[in-house]
């Protein structure tokens, strides 16, 4: 086995470099939970801050693929390994929403914004509703499909990020790598 990641007793090194390395205490890049508040062990590891893998990760727009390989892969916003674009594990929840094709309204509304916008693949709109609630439309970067999202006011974390109400780790997937070109 080729060990990439120098922290010690790291039990994933064939996956990540050092830089990769997640503490399980501090939850920082660079050391593990042995180094953590150790200055001195940590600084023995920043000889390695800039080693990088051949076999680089393979999910695409993986913004630091030479760091790991694809089986080290996690999501920036939930952290799960492996990456995703329509699903988020995150409580198994889709990351985009399904307006049912029976709601003729919502998605002719919809719809027309995205159309007024001439929303192109790789952007977004936001388009603000009652009460704080808005509704954010993207045009899929590979398909050019409108995809939807539905933000309530009161699921954007402020009751606390482990709650049922956070939807904020949905919406940043959402928008991830998306230009958001109207807010309105």
Request: with cysteine.
């Amino acid at each position: 086995m080729i060990s990439f990641c120098k922290v010690n007793k790291c039990r994933f090194s064939d996956c990540h470099v050092t830089s990769r390395h997640k503490c399980g205490t501090c939850k920082q890049y660079g050391h593990g939970q042995t180094e953590c508040g150790n200055f001195i062990l940590k600084q023995s590891l920043y000889q390695y801050d800039n080693d990088k893998i051949e076999s680089k990760c393979t999910i695409e727009d993986c913004i630091d693929s030479d760091t790991h390989v694809t089986s080290g892969h996690s999501c920036r916003y939930c952290e799960s390994l492996i990456g995703h674009l329509l699903k988020c594990p995150i409580n198994g929840i889709d990351i985009c929403d399904k307006v049912q094709d029976n709601n003729f309204d919502i998605i002719n509304r919809l719809n027309k914004h995205a159309t007024k916008y001439k929303l192109n693949k790789g952007q977004y709109i936001l388009l603000r509703v009652e009460m704080g609630c808005a509704w954010y439309i993207r045009s899929n970067q590979l398909t050019g499909d409108y995809e939807y999202l539905f933000m309530d006011a009161d699921c954007y974390g402020q009751y606390g990020k482990d709650t049922m109400t956070n939807d904020l780790p949905r919406l940043n997937a959402f928008i991830y790598n998306y230009i958001l070109i109207v807010s309105e």
